[in-house]
């Protein structure tokens, strides 16, 4: 029986043992953890978060568009939007649905991290556009 023998150069091993390495830090990182590193993207999932507060945004015009940026401030960019009544989890901080994900700007508002369960995308959303107290928290 003859035995074949297999080069592989170590560059390439190299190579795939750091992409499988920063795939199971990705896949393995939880969701909320995801977007909570960044101030608006999109991966945002209720289903793998372990906690939340889900409610609605609201505005006076049904069909205004109600941005969702980057940070806590209309100084940040516009990543993505949401139209009243749009089901929305208010994020929080370490798993404490009690501790949500805010901040306040320099005019005074306080701003929401949000995700949106249908898009997944995540970003930050004005107080008066975030439907208060809460439909229902789930720990």
């Not at 960044?38 to 945004?57: H, I, N, P, W």
């Not at 991290?113 to 997944?120: E, H, L, N, T």
Request: glycine share 8%; net charge positive.
């Amino acid at each position: 029986m003859t035995k074949l023998k297999c080069f592989v150069p170590r560059r390439l091993v190299q190579a795939q043992i750091a992409l499988v390495a920063s795939l199971a830090s990705v896949v393995l990182m939880p969701a909320d953890a995801l977007a909570r590193t960044a101030g608006a993207g999109v991966g945002y999932s209720g289903q793998t978060d372990v906690s939340y507060c889900a409610t609605r945004l609201t505005s006076r015009d049904r069909n205004t568009r109600i941005n969702v940026r980057e940070g806590p401030g209309t100084n940040f960019e516009a990543r993505h939007y949401g139209l009243s009544n749009d089901w929305v989890d208010i994020l929080n901080r370490n798993g404490n649905p009690n501790n949500w994900m805010s901040a306040q700007d320099g005019t005074g508002y306080t701003w929401y991290q949000v995700g949106f369960p249908a898009s997944r995308a995540y970003g930050w959303v004005r107080e008066d556009f975030v439907a208060l107290p809460p439909v229902e928290c789930r720990n």
